[in-house]
């Protein structure tokens, strides 16, 4: 497996990348961590939809999106990597209003590579492998990266998506986020195999174990799959081994099912804290530079959570137009009759 | 009796069944342990063990494929899909296979299957979480379609969705789940597949409806008594098979029929029942049959969602319309 921090924050190796890089990595995986918390806590009041959230998985996220490069990479999104989607350059204003339910939260922008939120787990796989299929034959230096969780290895989605990455050496990473459940449902009921990382040799390219919770080693090994493909070697399979720290949703209760010493054992491996320990130690930032960048990322939340606020309610018709390119006679009249008497 | 809400109703239905006969089988995702995700097995993997009450890995071809050969192997699954939008991962299986056990082998093996799922919406529920899918499975020969709306028949019509030699999807009303609260018999209380319920008698219009739609439909009947119009709401608790006889005895009798359904308006169920109704009670007829349904676009994230789904001022306005017809 690879790692270069170890748990208490000791670096085992060169570190992969500069330490200024290393510091914003760590911004971001805050940003998101801090979002999340929230996130979390709007919902309990009631200002905010179902939520998923990825606290405990930031160094997975941010290290894999750290390893593309935004002018030319796809990232493909589940809907529990969004600290790395923000590395990647999502807006944490429609970040927000995702979990307010707004539609416009499913429009990324136009100068984003990158495709909506998917509910429908390891739907986004086979569509990730057309895309770095159809990249590579206009020989576009793009790669993909796409993003699931341990349960995604289950669903035949995910299998005839390797396949064909594998036969049509797609440039594309998968990146399976395995962070011990699929809600209630362990990774030993999930799969017989010793490792999800496995499941690639059968579909002929490599896959690769390494620390989830280390931002470096998941840089690095995203970072040497991104080679690979750019390169023309095909896919890899990434198995980041990580814990979903919070819930799966705000509609969970983990204490049904997840035993207390378990999670308190992932609580001591949070990658946020093993970044701190390493980053002061090596004198990047000392104490009060941290709490400095806690300040500036609570600050930077308020204000995408302000603006968020200030966005329009989406227009009640706003579905009416976007099934279709152009709206049919018979879908026009249900708009008209609809704009005429307001209800659905 | 006791006072249930329709996922309570569910569990006891589930338990006695799994009392009663030691075939009977529960599995899909996040059903054992945790009782899942809406607590609707709760109780059951304590009870039964994990060799009765199964937590499958993630994939719905696989849960509703494997019953089949459960079923073959002599056991009576009973497979939780957690969202009827997720069925679909595995429609192969259910409206390829599952459906046409029975025929396929020209009668040698059955499917006796159960596929419980919840579907609808009004939850403020992600994307796929919410469509009103049912269509997708009434389609399908071979196969029973079941939407109970009512915690009494929530319970009687699973204990014979269970019963029944042929493959079941039974369709649960989300938005119901815990909101709609009613008197259930206790103990062994099987309500008959493909029959119909009058869930309120009146002389000037039917309403039919099924599933989370009935409540919406008996709201719109109120108002609409108010305004001095009777009228009778049918639930039809089964669309396949249909309780043809029920639907055009009413319609005989009023003359006059609004349908709702909560899924878009084209393709949907409510087309067969109008041309159901078209077929049996034409010359009843006084004015022509009305469809309540969404728009035909799919169903829309959480902010938008109360302008979409069906509500009782719209089927009002729909019995109002066919009244001066
Ligand atoms: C195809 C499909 N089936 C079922 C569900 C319901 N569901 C939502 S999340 C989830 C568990 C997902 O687990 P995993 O893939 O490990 O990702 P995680 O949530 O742990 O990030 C399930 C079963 C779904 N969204 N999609």
Redesign the interface.
């Given at each position: 497996m690879v790692r270069y921090l170890d748990q208490d924050g000791e670096l085992l190796d060169d570190q992969p990348m500069s330490d200024e890089l290393a510091l914003e990595g760590y911004r971001v995986m805050l940003r998101g961590r801090r979002f999340d918390e929230r996130c979390v806590s709007l919902q309990r009041q009631g200002r905010m939809?179902?939520l998923a959230p990825g606290i405990g998985q930031e160094a997975a996220t941010v290290g894999a999106a750290m390893a593309l490069d935004p002018k030319t990479d796809w990232f493909v999104p589940q809907?529990r990597e969004l600290a790395g989607q923000l590395w990647h350059g999502y807006p944490l204003r429609l970040a927000f209003l995702w979990h307010?339910?707004?539609?416009i939260?499913?429009q990324v922008p136009d100068d984003l590579k990158m495709l909506p939120f998917q509910?429908?787990?390891a739907g986004q796989l086979p569509q990730a492998v057309g895309l770095a299929w159809g990249l590579r034959l206009k020989h576009d230096p793009g790669v993909v990266l796409a993003v699931f969780g341990d349960?995604?290895t289950?669903?035949?989605?995910f299998h005839e998506a390797l396949n064909l990455a594998g036969v049509m050496k797609a440039p594309v990473m998968f990146l399976c986020q395995n962070n011990g459940w699929?809600?209630?449902?362990t990774v030993e009921?999930?799969?017989a195999s010793a490792s999800l990382a496995q499941k690639a040799l059968a579909y002929g390219f490599p896959g690769v174990q390494c620390d989830g919770n280390d931002l470096f080693a998941v840089y690095a090994t995203v970072r040497d799959a991104v080679a690979r493909a750019r390169a023309g070697e095909g896919p890899t399979l990434i198995e980041a081994m990580t814990y979903r720290l919070g819930l799966h949703t705000t509609?969970?209760d983990p204490t049904?099912?997840e035993p207390r010493e378990m999670h308190e054992m992932w609580v001591d491996r949070d990658p946020l804290r093993r970044m701190q320990i390493h980053l002061v130690s090596r004198g990047v930032v000392d104490r009060s530079g941290l709490e400095r960048i806690e300040d500036e990322v609570k600050e930077e939340l308020r204000v995408a959570w302000d603006e968020a606020q200030k966005e329009p309610?989406?227009d009640?018709a706003?579905?009416?137009g976007?099934?279709y390119a152009s709206t049919s006679q018979?879908?026009g009249s249900?708009?008209s009759r609809?704009e005429r008497?307001?209800?659905? | 009796m006791a006072e249930l809400t329709i996922v309570e109703a569910i569990n006891t239905a589930l338990a006695i069944e799994m009392e009663r006969d030691e075939r009977v089988l529960v599995f899909g995702e996040d059903v054992g342990v945790t009782g899942g995700v809406f607590r609707a097995t709760d109780g059951l993997f304590q009870r039964y063990g994990d060799a009765r009450v199964i937590d499958t890995p993630l994939a719905e071809g696989v849960i509703a494929g494997a019953a089949i050969g459960l079923a073959i192997a002599g056991w009576v699954p009973v497979a939780e899909i957690q969202f009827l939008g997720f069925a679909h991962n595995g429609f192969n299986q259910v409206v390829d296979q599952l459906a046409r056990a029975r025929y396929r082998s020209a009668g040698r093996f059955s499917a006796q299957v159960t596929i419980r799922a919840p579907y609808g919406g009004g939850v403020r529920a992600p994307e796929l979480h919410s469509d009103a899918f049912e269509a997708h499975f009434t389609h399908a020969p071979g196969l029973k379609v079941v939407a109970p709306a009512t915690p009494a028949d929530a319970k009687g019509l699973l204990l014979s969705s269970i019963r029944d030699p042929d493959p079941v999807m039974f369709l649960e009303p989300l938005r119901g789940y815990r909101q709609v609260k009613g008197e259930v018999p206790d103990g062994d209380y099987p309500v008959e597949l493909g029959s119909a319920r009058v869930a309120r008698e009146g002389t000037d219009v039917t309403v039919i409806a099924w599933s989370a739609a009935v409540q919406v439909a008996q709201q719109a009947a109120e108002d609409a008594q108010a305004q001095g119009i009777s009228v009778e709401v049918i639930d039809l608790r089964t669309l396949v098979p249909l309780d043809v006889a029920a639907i055009a005895a009413s319609v005989t009798k009023t003359g006059r029929a609004v349908v709702v359904q909560e899924a878009p308006l084209t393709s949907g169920f409510a087309g067969e029942v109008v041309a159901t109704i078209q077929e049996e009670a034409f010359f009843s007829l006084q004015a022509p049959i009305r469809r309540v349904a969404a728009p035909d676009v799919p169903y829309p994230v959480q902010m938008l969602e109360e302008h979409y789904v069906p509500n009782a001022e719209r089927v009002l306005e729909a019995i109002i319309a066919t009244t001066r017809d």
């Open positions: 939809v179902t809907y307010v339910g707004h539609p939260a499913f509910a429908a787990i349960g995604g289950s669903q035949g989605d699929a809600i209630s449902t009921h999930q799969t509609a969970d049904r099912y309610a989406p009640p706003y579905y009416f976007r099934a018979r879908l249900q708009l609809f008497k307001g209800l659905g | -």
